[in-house]
Nanobody, 123 residues
Framework: QVRLVESGGGSVEAGGSLTLSCEASIPTTSVRPCMGWVRQAPGKLLEWVGSISSDSIKTRYAASAKGRFTISRDNAENTVYLQLNSLQTEDTAIYYC???????????????RGRGTQVTVSS
């Protein structure tokens, strides 16, 4: 059973930065999965933010995240990170870590997610 626990959210002013972490408990018998992040702003649908391959070689980002957000992972620590820079008020959302199943298309929302961590950006 996969367990994902996010942390690192908080309140920042526009232009600020945050680093989100996701501790992943994945059965050792499982193939190491791709991981990703999605977010949900107040009153809006879930939005795909980006993903990272199991070996960290490939990362992909939504247009809204490209150039400002960076996804990384430390497989030894079973942790995935989302570095948020140049934050804007429209980045205010709950950010969820997700296990990306093989074959899921870019931009599609993974169903296995953590409980999320709140990021609030003020002007």
């Amino acid at each position: 059973q996969v367990r994902l626990v996010e942390s690192g959210g908080g309140s920042v002013e526009a232009g600020g930065s945050l680093t989100l972490s996701c501790e992943a408990s994945i059965p050792t018998t499982s193939v190491r999965p791709c991981m990703g992040w999605v977010r949900q702003a107040p009153g809006k649908l879930l939005e795909w933010v980006g993903s990272i391959s199991s070996d960290s070689i490939k990362t992909r980002y939504a247009a809204s995240a490209k150039g400002r957000f960076t996804i990384s992972r430390d497989n030894a620590e079973n942790t995935v990170y989302l570095q948020l820079n140049s934050l804007q008020t429209e980045d205010t959302a709950i950010y969820y870590c997700a296990k990306v199943p093989a074959g899921l298309g870019i931009g599609q929302i993974p169903s296995v997610r953590g409980r999320g961590t709140q990021v609030t950006v003020s002007s």
